[in-house]
């Protein structure tokens, strides 16, 4: 009988521990408040919202947001307690027109959160001054320009490791042309094999410029530059051609065609999306044809 009495109590205690896990309720406490309201083109906009941890502590919890398809802000909070609120803000320059303002919670998922319906908050907002342009008149003829972003790579340079065949240092550069602001971007390289259309590249780069203040990941005219290197290994496997001419002691060519994109995942609205590619390089690793 007393047996039975621990094991009663303690199957009452895991479910009570298993429900207390099950109850973390992360959620906006807020709607999205925006200042100015309303805001006209051109104008500092700041949104705001606060959330909480229901239910019990959560740690590393990430939050995002932005407006329409692009993310502006990315924020970590390392530690909230159970009941513990937080507030975030998010700047943006205002763009005539109706957009979308949205942040959302644990975007990964990774937080065992009861219920992922209340992870996102959207507003929507009108911004007035008409249609957003440039003018300018070079001779007689008037033109305009929306004003929108432009990432580009501008220069990509490969060089080999003098002393390993299987290694190449890169330098990239990226340029915002456009006229305003980028809050975020990614990146990333590809190696596809052109007689397959396979991407060979298994752990190539990529990577993200997140915000940093005044909460441009870069600004109207600004360029970045990254450095690095890229190894034989970071793909799955590599092209050999035959040398032209040997046939009875084949030579041989191995090599990676490579090639970059930014805004590979198309979360930035810019002024000019065909621009984004770079143009194909050639990671030459073994090379017996010249």
Same mark, same amino acid.
């Given at each position: 009988?007393?047996?039975?009495?621990?094991?009663?109590?303690?199957?009452?205690?895991?479910?009570?521990?298993?429900?207390?896990? @099950?109850?973390?309720?992360?959620?906006?406490?807020?709607?999205?408040?925006?200042?100015?309201?309303?805001?006209?083109?051109?104008?500092?906009?700041?949104?705001?919202?606060?959330?909480?941890?229901?239910?019990?502590?959560?740690?590393?919890?990430?939050?995002?947001?932005?407006?329409?398809?692009?993310?502006?802000?990315?924020?970590?909070?390392?530690?909230?307690?159970?009941?513990g609120?937080?507030?975030?803000?998010?700047?943006?320059?205002?763009?005539?027109?109706?957009h979308?303002?949205?942040?959302?919670?644990?975007?990964?998922?990774v937080?065992?959160?009861?219920n992922?319906?209340?992870?996102?908050?959207?507003?929507?907002?009108?911004?007035?001054?008409?249609?957003?342009? *440039?003018?300018?008149?070079?001779?007689?003829?008037?033109? @305009?320009?929306?004003l929108?972003?432009?990432?580009?790579i501008?220069?990509?340079?490969?060089?080999?490791?003098?002393?390993?065949?299987?290694?190449?240092?890169?330098?990239i550069?990226?340029?915002n042309?456009?006229?305003?602001?980028?809050?975020?971007?990614?990146?990333?390289?590809?190696?596809t094999?052109?007689?397959?259309?396979?991407?060979l590249?298994a752990?190539?780069?990529?990577?993200?410029?997140?915000?940093?203040?005044?909460?441009?990941?870069?600004?109207a005219? *600004?360029?970045?530059?990254?450095?690095g290197?890229?190894?034989?290994?970071?793909f799955?496997?590599?092209? *050999?051609?035959?040398?032209?001419?040997?046939?009875?002691?084949?030579?041989?060519?191995?090599?990676?065609?490579?090639?970059?994109?930014?805004?590979?995942d198309?979360?930035?609205?810019?002024?000019?999306?065909?621009?984004?590619?770079?143009?194909?390089?050639?990671?030459?690793?073994?090379?017996?044809?010249?």
């Amino acid at each position: 009988m007393r047996f039975t009495t621990f094991l009663s109590i303690g199957v009452i205690l895991l479910c009570s521990s298993i429900l207390t896990l @099950a109850a973390l309720d992360l959620r906006f406490t807020t709607a999205i408040s925006q200042a100015p309201d309303p805001a006209n083109a051109g104008d500092a906009v700041t949104f705001t919202v606060s959330l909480i941890s229901d239910g019990a502590i959560v740690n590393d919890l990430k939050l995002i947001g932005g407006v329409g398809s692009g993310q502006i802000v990315e924020k970590i909070f390392a530690g909230i307690a159970n009941g513990g609120t937080r507030t975030q803000n998010m700047n943006w320059t205002a763009i005539a027109g109706t957009h979308t303002v949205w942040f959302e919670l644990d975007p990964d998922h990774v937080k065992g959160d009861s219920n992922y319906g209340n992870n996102r908050v959207e507003k929507r907002i009108t911004v007035g001054g008409g249609a957003v342009f *440039e003018a300018f008149t070079p001779g007689l003829e008037a033109h @305009a320009r929306i004003l929108k972003p432009d990432l580009v790579i501008s220069s990509v340079r490969f060089t080999k490791d003098t002393s390993r065949d299987d290694k190449y240092f890169y330098e990239i550069k990226f340029k915002n042309q456009g006229v305003v602001c980028i809050g975020a971007f990614n990146f990333k390289m590809f190696g596809t094999n052109p007689s397959t259309g396979e991407n060979l590249c298994a752990t190539c780069l990529q990577g993200r410029f997140a915000a940093v203040r005044p909460l441009c990941a870069l600004k109207a005219g *600004e360029e970045k530059q990254i450095n690095g290197f890229i190894l034989k290994s970071n793909f799955s496997k590599s092209i *050999e051609e035959n040398c032209p001419g040997f046939l009875f002691f084949p030579k041989h060519k191995i090599y990676n065609p490579v090639y970059l994109i930014v805004d590979h995942d198309n979360r930035v609205d810019e002024s000019n999306e065909g621009n984004n590619q770079t143009a194909v390089h050639e990671l030459i690793w073994k090379n017996e044809c010249d």
